[in-house]
């Protein structure tokens, strides 16, 4: 029985206007369509995604819709490799590396979200901005200027952003103005990394941390000629966390 009261003062329901093809696949090349930031358009990717498979498969790009999740986007169509059309066709979407510690970040907040699904009850994760800095410090020197290194995270935070794996939350209350920054997880991290690339997390981390304090030794013997530049500061080729081509995708928007 519904509950709704028609009242003369109520505003009549307004009928969702149709989407078009090319509206979905722009608002798809634009970034992630997100269930809950818009059911209409949702709703309507649901309905048409047969026919959006179609339209950017022309482009060399596949759709990925996880309904359970409530997200839905674009990833390039695996590369081939014989020497076919496919093959040889131009990435729409650039394919880059992450640095180190973004890359590490990110693995970090899938972990985060591991451990949150296992809890159950909420279904959005949110952190503080010194709950990041947290996860991330055991991983960066050791350093007397706490401002400092809290600047280092808020950089990787903003790129982290920037990806689209975490979404700033506005201020709960005008009475807080210094609060804490909130940031709330986006659950597509999960597409970026599985669960069977995550179950070798630690044995990557224990041997970046290995490599890392061999460096800090070498680097208090040895003169800094420049200021520490964080981006500058990864590990080499063998140690990072993901290649170049990884298969859980996590490189720039890919």
């Not at 590396?97 to 809890?119: E, G």
């Not at 979404?167 to 986006?186: F, I, K």
Request: glycine share 4%; charged share 25%.
């Amino acid at each position: 029985m519904s509950q709704t009261l028609n009242t003369a003062d109520a505003a009549p329901a307004q009928p969702s206007l149709p989407v078009s093809l090319s509206t979905l696949a722009i608002t798809l090349l634009k970034g992630v369509i997100y269930r809950e930031e818009d059911e209409g358009l949702w709703g309507h990717l649901l309905h048409l995604q047969n026919q959006v498979r179609d339209y950017v498969s022309v482009l060399g790009l596949m759709l990925i819709i996880d309904p359970a999740e409530g997200y839905a986007y674009l990833r390039s169509v695996p590369e081939a490799e014989d020497d076919t059309i496919a093959a040889r066709m131009p990435r729409l979407i650039a394919r880059r590396p992450l640095s180190f510690h973004v890359s590490l970040l990110l693995a970090l907040l899938r972990r985060q979200l591991v451990r949150f699904d296992a809890i159950g009850g909420e279904t959005r994760l949110i952190l503080s901005r010194d709950d990041i800095a947290s996860l991330l410090q055991t991983f960066l020197p050791e350093s007397s200027n706490e401002v400092r290194q809290l600047a280092q995270i808020e950089t990787y935070i903003r790129r982290v952003i920037d990806l689209g794996f975490l979404r700033p939350l506005p201020s709960t209350s005008a009475e807080t103005p210094n609060a804490q920054p909130q940031y709330e997880v986006r659950r597509i991290l999960k597409a970026y990394i599985d669960a069977e690339w995550l179950a070798t997390l630690d044995e990557r981390l224990e041997a970046y941390l290995t490599h890392a304090r061999t460096l800090e030794q070498t680097e208090a013997m040895t003169p800094r000629a420049a200021p520490y530049d964080p981006e500058e500061q990864d590990p080499e080729p063998d140690l990072q966390l993901f290649s170049d081509h990884a298969p859980t995708g996590l490189t720039d928007r890919d």
